[in-house]
């Protein structure tokens, strides 16, 4: 079955580069995603990538993909104190359901 | 676009009341939604897909009598928590899936709704 896991702390300083890493088990075809929540709010998606690609790049985002480990990585460049969330990843094979990491704490310290 | 809306945003209920509540599509319509669950500091648990038109299907261990989930239309769901319980507060999201689903299969999720049982 599928499982994504991640670490659940993580805490940088402000212009630091923030790495964020999750693990993944379903083989399949499939689209993996980062979101944002930030306390009491619901999910922001901040980007995805397709499983047979090895990067995206989205202005300070970038997301590597390993797929022979099944290993994906978020990497918040110059990170700021807005920033500070909980990231959860996420795997989807096509239209069924998507299933969650347990999130990431990051906490940008001034 | 592609916005969905959740109301209330936050409730408070007694023990043994039922509440509804209510996950809109603003802009777009939704085929299917889904409802999580979220404990304080933990993931989202799915707990049903609601497809308009038809029954909901539950998660493994989701009590289908107690969460009842109802999709009468392209642009709505409702999550009804009946004979709420204490240990029935949490956050709950609900996401939707636009009809033209984009090639990313990028789900829309809702702002979340805060359910406080006293």
């Known amino acids: 079955g599928e499982d994504v896991e991640q670490s659940l702390f993580l805490s940088v300083r402000e212009g630091d580069s923030s790495v964020i890493n999750c693990t993944y088990t379903?083989?399949?075809?499939?689209?993996l995603y980062w979101y944002k929540q930030e306390p009491g709010a619901g999910l922001q998606l901040l980007t995805y990538?397709?499983?047979?690609?090895d990067m995206k790049q989205d202005q300070r985002l970038t997301v590597l993909l390993n797929k022979k480990d099944k290993h994906l990585s978020l990497r918040i460049a110059d990170t700021q104190t807005g920033d500070s969330a909980i990231y959860f990843c996420?795997?989807?094979?096509?239209?069924?359901?998507?299933?969650f990491g347990d999130g990431t704490t990051l906490t940008v310290k001034p | 676009g592609a916005v969905v809306s959740q109301h209330p945003s936050w409730v408070i209920c007694k023990s043994g009341t039922s509440v509804k509540i209510e996950c809109r599509s603003l802009?777009?319509?939704?085929?299917?939604m889904f409802w999580y669950r979220q404990f304080p500091k933990q993931s989202l648990m799915l707990m049903a897909t609601?497809?308009?038109?038809?029954?909901?299907?539950?998660e493994q261990g989701v009590e289908k009598d107690k969460f009842l989930i109802n999709h009468a239309s392209l642009t709505l769901s409702t999550l009804t928590v009946t004979s709420a319980h204490p240990e029935d507060s949490s956050f709950y999201i609900c996401?939707?899936?636009?009809?033209?689903?984009?090639?990313?299969?990028?789900?829309?999720f809702g702002p979340g709704t805060r359910l406080t049982v006293t």
């Open positions: 996401s939707a899936d636009p009809q033209d689903l984009l090639p990313t299969y990028e789900q829309y």
């Open positions: 379903d083989s399949s075809s499939t689209y």
């Open positions: 990538i397709f499983s047979n690609m």
């Open positions: 996420a795997e989807r094979v096509r239209a069924g359901k998507s299933t």
């Open positions: 802009d777009f319509q939704a085929t299917t």
């Open positions: 609601s497809n308009e038109g038809s029954k909901a299907t539950y």
